[in-house]
T-cell receptor
Framework: GNSVTQMEGPVTLSEEAFLTINCTYTATGYPSLFWYVQYPGEGLQLLLKATKADDKGSNKGFEATYRKETTSFHLEKGSVQVSDSAVYFCALLRGGGNKLTFGTGTQLKVEL | NAGVTQTPKFQVLKTGQSMTLQCAQDMNHNSMYWYRQDPGMGLRLIYYSASEGTTDKGEVPNGYNVSRLNKREFSLRLESAAPSQTSVYFC?????????????FGPGTRLTVT
């Protein structure tokens, strides 16, 4: 079946540090890939997405590239801010399907 | 637009009690979903409704029932609550046609069963 594996957290960084959160997936066919962010006390919001191999999703300074050869979709940001502190979820959707498969989430804490 | 709204925000139940979690969306979306979020397990799909009048089981449907009341509303019912159902519950919706796969989430209901 489909699955998503994310690096465990919490990840603690200083402001302006470089961020990478690893995500790998297992799926048949050609899934679409997503990063969702959950700020404290809120629901999830879509951060970025990529729907085919080699696509790069980007938003708010975050980027992730759909790498089919390594089945990965790592999230990166060049310079994090305290306001980026949240839980980040990697997810996949099988083509034409209706159900997202989520990773377990990675908590990011950014300190001054 | 309010997006996806959920009520209540918090609830405490005793084992064996029943309750219904309400969800509504004002984006005219066809598909709606109920998830539960537990520490270290991410989000798991309980039930979903691809369109008005249809519902299907997700990964963890046992102990729950759902009703797609109309296009806007999708409720989740716990008939006899158990401590294992202590969790944060999220409702989501999405437009099922076209190339947009984004799901829009509500703010969640934090449920504690004692």
């Amino acid at each position: 079946g489909n699955s998503v594996t994310q690096m465990e957290g919490p990840v603690t960084l200083s402001e302006e540090a470089f961020l990478t959160i690893n995500c790998t997936y297992t799926a048949t066919g050609y899934p679409s890939l997503f990063w969702y962010v959950q700020y404290p006390g809120e629901g999830l919001q879509l951060l970025l997405k990529a729907t085919k191999a080699d696509d790069k999703g980007s938003n708010k300074g975050f980027e992730a590239t759909y790498r089919k050869e390594t089945t990965s979709f790592h999230l990166e940001k060049g310079s994090v801010q305290v306001s980026d502190s949240a839980v980040y979820f990697c997810a996949l959707l099988r083509g034409g399907g209706n159900k997202l498969t989520f990773g377990t989430g990675t908590q990011l804490k950014v300190e001054l | 637009n309010a997006g996806v709204t959920q009520t209540p925000k918090f609830q405490v139940l005793k084992t064996g009690q029943s309750m219904t979690l309400q969800c509504a969306q004002d984006m005219n979306h066809n598909s709606m979903y109920w998830y539960r979020q537990d520490p270290g397990m991410g989000l798991r799909l309980i039930y979903y409704s691809a369109s008005e009048g249809t519902t299907d089981k997700g990964e963890v449907p046992n102990g729950y029932n759902v009703s797609r009341l109309n296009k806007r509303e999708f409720s989740l019912r716990l008939e006899s609550a158990a401590p294992s159902q202590t969790s944060v519950y999220f409702c989501a919706s999405r437009e099922a046609s076209g190339s947009s796969y984004e799901q829009y989430f509500g703010p969640g209901t934090r449920l504690t069963v004692t």
